[in-house]
């Protein structure tokens, strides 16, 4: 039994010491309620992109919620959806024409797993089969965890989750047994969708794979009219080093999902975006056609009021060069781990970097991943493996003091490997 009431995320109470209490938090700075500072170097579960309480979302905030707070988005609307829907059109490809509110990156996949089989469905076409990377992962509602990896996560749930084709992942090397596998399952032609993390696998260890496969994956699915999702939710909003990790391929997913920095942080809002032609699929005089999907807080004013400030941050202030700036510290840093015994697969993409400590156990559930992140959280440091994975991941107002401190602590804790 624990003192609070708080049932947290991912957290195994019996043997994780008591939550930090967090009090305030700053660019890329917490500060806990007994006064120490903790760098936020993966963003606080890589929502915050340009720093904690950014004063120009933060006072949109402030604006719109003396203006309207909420309202019901089913036969109404407001200025803050409609000009973030706007804003949203101009700034990803112009064949996705239609934006769809919801709430959390779980729900844009969710969402977007509806579209795909709605789509198929109204058009009087028998397309039902989904197709999934191994190793991915998608959110943790119901038909999130049905395309992500099968696992620990989600081992309790199975009875609920349904059956998904899984593509093996494109790792160095091995690229055409997955170009080979996705076009062999999309020739038999009762596909629907193929949904891919772009270019990263996130909580599946941060593995990357190159633009030219992501670009032939999308060539395969368009020559068989199988739908293309991309979730952007980790990769969108500047990660990979381009605003969106599709651009990197010249590749326009049919159905998008994007969250997480979509309000630089501040609040939960997510977007489904998606052709015309998936839209046009539910326009019907037959109300049996409608896209059934909703939530009470669906395109919230007050988030999307966030979410338009911090596309006006990214038109004023200079954060692809901030961007750049950090990709740039990751190499160097990450350089002197290369030809290191104690790590495998030192790999870095935009601001995301990532190594593997060599360990004797070192699945997800190892004792090294808790014992690591005490190691971090002890010398003023929110890192957070995923089992003897590494990954930094920090805002973007982060410094190169900022990262010297991870990475040194990296170089200390790795002595610690059993």
Not at 7 to 16: L, N, R
Not at 136 to 162: C, K, Q, W
Not at 302 to 323: G, S, T
Not at 347 to 358: E, K, S
Request: charged content about 20%.
């Amino acid at each position: 039994m624990t003192e609070s009431p708080v049932w947290h995320p991912f957290t195994q109470h019996a043997v994780q010491p008591d939550p930090t209490l967090i009090a305030r938090g700053e660019g890329a700075w917490l500060e806990a309620a007994d006064g120490r500072r903790i760098f936020d170097a993966i963003s606080s579960w890589w929502v915050i992109t340009h720093g904690h309480r950014h004063p120009h979302i933060v006072q949109a905030i402030k604006d719109q919620i003396d203006r309207l707070d909420q309202v019901i988005f089913a036969g109404f609307t407001h200025e803050p959806a409609e000009k973030l829907a706007r804003h949203l059109i101009s700034i990803t490809p112009p064949e996705l024409e239609y934006v769809f509110f919801s709430d959390s990156g779980s729900t844009s996949v969710e969402v977007a797993l509806k579209m795909a089989l709605g789509f198929w469905q109204n058009k009087g076409i028998q397309r039902s089969r989904i197709l999934a990377l191994e190793g991915a992962y998608h959110g943790d509602t119901i038909g999130g965890m049905s395309v992500g990896e099968r696992g620990v996560f989600n081992a309790p749930y199975a009875p609920l989750l349904f059956d998904v084709e899984r593509i093996p992942f494109p790792a160095g090397g091995l690229e055409d047994r997955t170009l080979d596998a996705l076009r062999v399952a999309c020739k038999r032609g009762d596909v629907a969708a193929l949904i891919v993390e772009p270019l990263v696998l996130g909580a599946g260890g941060m593995l990357i794979y190159p633009p030219s496969v992501l670009a032939e994956m999308k060539s395969i699915c368009a020559a068989h009219d199988v739908l293309f999702i991309a979730d952007e939710v980790m990769t969108g909003w500047g990660r990979t080093g381009t605003l969106f990790a599709c651009e990197q391929a010249g590749v326009t997913p049919d159905i998008g999902c994007y969250s997480k920095g979509l309000t630089g942080g501040s609040v939960p809002l997510a977007v489904t975006l998606c052709r015309a032609d998936i839209f046009d699929a539910h326009y019907s005089q037959d109300r049996s056609k409608t896209f059934f999907h909703s939530s009470s807080y669906t395109a919230n004013p007050v988030a999307c009021a966030a979410a338009l400030a911090n596309l006006e941050v990214w038109q004023r202030e200079p954060v692809m060069e901030r961007i750049a700036s950090i990709a740039g510290l990751h190499k160097e840093q990450l350089a002197r781990f290369g030809d290191d015994p104690r790590f495998a697969s030192v790999r870095q993409i935009g601001t995301i970097a990532a190594l593997d400590i060599v360990a004797k156990d070192a699945g997800y559930l190892a004792d090294i991943g808790p014992r690591l992140y005490r190691g971090f959280l002890a010398r003023g440091l929110l890192v957070r493996p995923l089992g003897s994975t590494v990954y930094i991941m920090p805002p973007y107002c982060s410094t190169a003091d900022d990262l010297d401190l991870v990475y040194g602590a990296i170089d200390e804790l790795a002595g610690d490997r059993a």
